[in-house]
Structure formats: C-alpha cells, structure tokens
T-cell receptor, first 116, second 111 residues
C-alpha cells in the first residue's frame, strides 16, 4: 500500500501560537488528501478534504480560518492550526487515496498536538 | 457527523479465542472498510467489502455485510496478543470518497 508520512509526530505549543502539520504521500501522487481529528478514546472525525490546486472542503462545524489547509503539490498537504488553544489539543491524522486501490485510504502515523 | 456505531465498545479475550466486532450504519453505502489502530498510531487498512458483497476473507479476518440490516461484522480467528488494538469500521457513501467512522471497539488479547 501507499506510504504516507506526517511531520511532526508530536508538538507542544503555547496557547495563541500557530502550528503547521505536514502530510506527505511518499510513493504516489495524491490529488486528494483528508484531514481527521481524533480526541482521546474517540473515533476519527473528518475535518476537511484537501484538493491539490484548489480550496479545501471543510466539514460542517470546522472553522476554515482556524484550520488552514494548503495542498500545493501532489505529494504535500499542510494543516495549520492558527491561534491554538488547549481545546485544539488532539491527534491529527491525514490520509490519501490511491486511485488504483478502490476507495482504500492510506493513513499517516498521526500528529499529537498539545496546547498548553 | 459520525454515523456508525460499534459494539462492543471494549472486548477482552484470551489468546487463541475468536473476536467478533459489530458495526451498524445509517445510510446507503458503496463500501464498508475495517481499520486497525494501535495506541497513538495511525490507521491500518484491513479489509474492504463492497455493497454487493456479503462476505470476505483475508487471512484470519472474516467480514460480513448485511445491507438490509445496515450492519457488518469483523471476526478475527485464533487471536494473538499482537491483535490488541482499536478496530474501526468506516463507510463510504460515495460522497467524494469521504469515510465516516464508527465509534470503534477496543480489543485486548491476553496472553
């Protein structure tokens, strides 16, 4: 299956700062990437769909100005959490879809964000 | 919003036993997928079953799908301690290939 990496794996920041998380598709070109958030002991919630060369599509209730997504190339999507607050502390996971694998998504290892 | 529910929420079994997890969903789907997540890690795709399929096997995994009941089950046979993880079902209703995840089942296999 496809290999997806995320960087950083863990980040701790002060309240009010911005944090950028990178999601890279290492072995294929991903026109679409997905960003999820997972709170402790809960399931994954889709935040947005990142489309290469166009604006991201956000799920209902997700603030687009707070969670900035950029998908400037076929192998990289970034999620920036702006003016982070403690309630933004969560596990952020990206996924990509290999068009050759019928609807299977390949997930990155996740980024643990802790906002103090 | 999350549309899937899974039961049990947690399951603890002895190594060698079978583990069965169930998933229910609410809308029509194109396919249903099962994923495994080890603690603090990303998700690993286990198996995908299409809406026109009723049963699928992969190694020690057996997945069934009943579209009339909008439910699926994942059976892990001859469980191993390494199977300890959270298991999620996810449905693809065909809306831009978005996945909607169930609440998950935490499986603990004791050696």
């Amino acid at each position: 299956g496809a290999v997806v990496s995320q960087h950083p794996s863990r980040v701790i920041c002060k309240s009010g700062t911005s944090v950028k998380i990178e999601c890279r598709s290492l072995d294929f070109q991903a026109t679409t990437m997905f960003w999820y958030r997972q709170f402790p002991k809960q399931s994954l919630m889709l935040m947005a769909t990142s489309n290469e060369g166009s604006k991201a599509t956000y799920e209902q209730g997700v603030e687009k100005d707070k969670f900035l997504i950029n998908h400037a190339s076929l192998t990289l999507s970034t999620l920036t959490v702006t003016s982070a607050h403690p309630e933004d502390s969560s596990f952020y996971i990206c996924s990509t879809q290999d068009r050759d694998s019928y609807n299977e998504q390949f997930f990155g290892p996740g980024t643990r964000l802790t906002v103090l | 919003s999350q549309q899937g529910e899974e039961d049990p929420q947690a399951l603890s079994i002895q190594e060698g036993e079978n583990a069965t997890m169930n998933c229910s969903y609410k809308t029509s789907i194109n396919n249903l997928q099962w994923y495994r997540q080890n603690s603090g890690r990303g998700l690993v795709h286990l198996i995908l079953i299409r809406s026109n399929e009723r049963e699928k096997h992969s190694g020690r995994l057996r997945v069934t799908l009943d579209t009339s009941k909008k439910s699926s089950s994942l059976l892990i046979t001859a469980s191993r301690a390494a199977d300890t993880a959270s298991y999620f079902c996810a449905t693809d209703a065909g809306y831009g290939n978005k996945l909607v995840f169930g609440a998950g089942t935490i499986l603990r296999v004791k050696s």
